[in-house]
Nanobody, 125 residues
Framework: QVQLVESGGGLVQAGGSLRLSCAAS????????MGWFRQGPGKEREFVAT????????VYADSVKGRYSISRDNAKNTVYLQMNSLKPEDTAVYYC??????????????????WGQGTQVTVSS
């Protein structure tokens, strides 16, 4: 079992940057694939990025590739999402998620067993 708490969301102008953090409880953080998802107004939850157990591999959605960067610090039980060149269409609630097991990569919501409560990101034009 792992509990996830996101932070770092807020209001930013288009072209700006934000860094989201997700702190995980427990002593087995490095055994989880970690992911970020988002859900915009009236939209389904969608994949943003995922990072492997050691942080050596990452996968991004095409919509954020080149602008977002996912990273993790297993010593701090934390995963990050650096978001640059933000656009109004990036406005969403961003969720951190953890997946156990040995499959890589993980892009679908059903592959993740644990979820945070979400943090709002709003990008103004």
């Amino acid at each position: 079992q792992v509990q996830l708490v996101e932070s770092g969301g807020g209001l930013v102008q288009a072209g700006g940057s934000l860094r989201l953090s997700c702190a995980a409880s427990g002593r087995t953080f490095s055994s989880y694939v970690m992911g970020w998802f988002r859900q915009g107004p009236g939209k389904e939850r969608e994949f943003v990025a995922t990072i492997s157990w050691s942080g050596g591999s990452t996968v991004y959605a095409d919509s954020v590739k080149g602008r977002y960067s996912i990273s993790r610090d297993n010593a701090k039980n934390t995963v990050y999402l650096q978001m640059n060149s933000l656009k109004p269409e990036d406005t969403a609630v961003y969720y951190c998620a953890a997946a156990n097991g040995g499959t890589w990569p993980r892009r679908d919501t059903y592959e993740y067993q644990f979820w945070g409560q979400g943090t709002q990101v709003t990008v103004s034009s």
